[in-house]
Nanobody, 124 residues
């Protein structure tokens, strides 16, 4: 059974940094789409960043230049380095993984597996 476990969330002041991690079991992260999504209270879940099997990345406009998605295939772990954090980055952050190869990683419907989330809170 595929499991995704996030860690690294916490509370920081605006301008601070956090690095989120997502460790996968029963799943090889380099094979399919991997991504980070976030959801704030009262808002829909939105995509933050995705990485495909070739290592190509896509970012939401709101995080470009501040956030970097990466993966360590040897550790089977996905990361999200977040710098220059803003209060509007406050949300529950979820790791997600695809189920099929050759699909569009920018389509949320192509993500089949989800972690439980890790909370990020940014104070002004």
């Amino acid at each position: 059974q595929v499991q995704l476990v996030e860690s690294g969330g916490g509370s920081v002041q605006a301008g601070g940094s956090l690095r989120l991690s997502c460790t996968a079991s029963e799943y090889t992260i380099r094979t399919y789409c991997m991504g980070w999504f976030r959801q704030s209270p009262g808002k829909e879940r939105e995509g933050v960043a995705v990485i495909d099997s070739e290592g190509r990345t896509t970012y939401a406009d709101s995080v470009k230049g501040r956030i970097t998605i990466s993966r360590d295939n040897a550790k089977n772990t996905l990361y999200l380095q977040m710098n220059s954090l803003k209060p509007e980055d406050t949300a529950m952050y979820y790791c997600a993984a695809g189920h099929y190869g050759g699909v569009d990683c920018n389509t949320r419907a192509n993500f089949a597996y989800w972690g439980q989330g890790t909370q990020v809170a940014v104070s002004s």
